[in-house]
């Protein structure tokens, strides 16, 4: 008989997490948003938040992208810590995010709106013409040629000049997204992407998911359509109360009678 082969024990390379959080506690007042939350998103993965209303999910991202300071923990983007950072330096190091609410300008085409980024504040393009006009011109050639091109992998080029308000809702929320995509990101959070969507936007919005996470960015999205994150994501992570209760095939947490008392008996 053939000797047995030795067991090969070979380390299995595990990737740097993108996104590192640790102990991360917040509450308001009696309310607890945030109780010890442990979560690392990856390169190229797609993590799927679930959880009850209430449970913390949009403030788990108000954290990580500092609309508020947590009480305890860290928050690191590829090893540098974010917490403490104001919003646009976390902006302008890589995470990029959108909001359950849309936040889009109505009246503005869907180009100007990408225009619009993260890290313009308004009077700050007044005062570079009249120091830099040349530079400032440039740099508007480049944001324009950006926002082309994320309208391209957005399925919008055909809309780029339509009012952001005569879209219809399914649009608007691509359009939310190709306003998070003009970060370059390293990591992308998206709160509810799905919630109203139906239609060719629901598979368009599937397929530019996949393809971000596909170039290499870590994504997480929070959603309540349970099909659209069983489809999409590799992983699932299941809040309740401030605390990660559950992490693992988005399958497996569905299926858990324990966890689907608590998301659909509260
Ligand atoms: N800035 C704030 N001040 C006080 N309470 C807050 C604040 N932000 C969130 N909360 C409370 O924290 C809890 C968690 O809210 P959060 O919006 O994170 O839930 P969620 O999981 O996103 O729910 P949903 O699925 O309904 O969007 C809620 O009770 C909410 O009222
Ligand atoms: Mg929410």
């Not at 619009?116 to 530079?135: C, I, Q």
């Not at 324990?258 to 659909?264: A, N, P, S, V």
Request: positive net charge; aromatic residues 4%.
């Amino acid at each position: 008989m053939a000797p047995v082969p030795a067991p090969v024990t070979a380390p299995v390379p595990v990737p740097a997490p993108v996104l590192a959080i640790e102990g991360l506690d917040k509450r308001f007042g009696g309310i607890v948003v945030a109780d010890g939350i442990d979560l690392t998103l990856t390169a190229g993965r797609i993590v799927g938040l679930i959880g009850p209303n209430g449970a913390g999910k949009t403030s788990l991202f108000n954290l990580i992208s500092g609309v508020f300071p947590p009480d305890a923990g860290t928050i690191r983007l590829d090893g540098q810590r974010l917490d403490g950072l104001a919003m646009h330096r976390r902006a302008g190091l890589g995470l990029a995010r959108t909001w359950q609410n849309l936040r889009l300008f109505p009246s503005l085409s869907v180009l100007d709106n990408l225009m619009m980024g993260p890290r313009s504040y308004p009077g700050e393009r007044l005062l570079r013409l009249a120091l830099d006009p040349g530079g400032v011109r440039r740099q508007e050639d480049e944001t324009r040629r950006r926002a082309r091109a994320v309208l391209e992998r957005t399925r919008l080029a055909g809309v780029a000049g339509t009012r952001a308000a005569d879209l219809t809702f399914g649009q608007q929320k691509l359009v939310g997204v190709a306003r998070a995509l003009m970060n370059d990101a390293r990591c992308l959070l998206l709160d509810e992407p799905m919630a109203g969507v139906e239609g060719q936007a629901y598979e368009i919005m599937q397929a530019v998911v996949r393809e971000v996470a596909a170039s290499g960015v870590a994504v997480c999205v929070v959603e309540h359509n349970v099909a659209f994150i069983r489809d999409l994501c590799d992983e699932g992570v299941f809040m309740f109360a401030g605390r990660v209760l559950a992490r693992g095939p988005v399958g497996t947490l569905i299926a858990d009678p324990r966890l689907t008392e608590l998301y659909f008996g509260t």
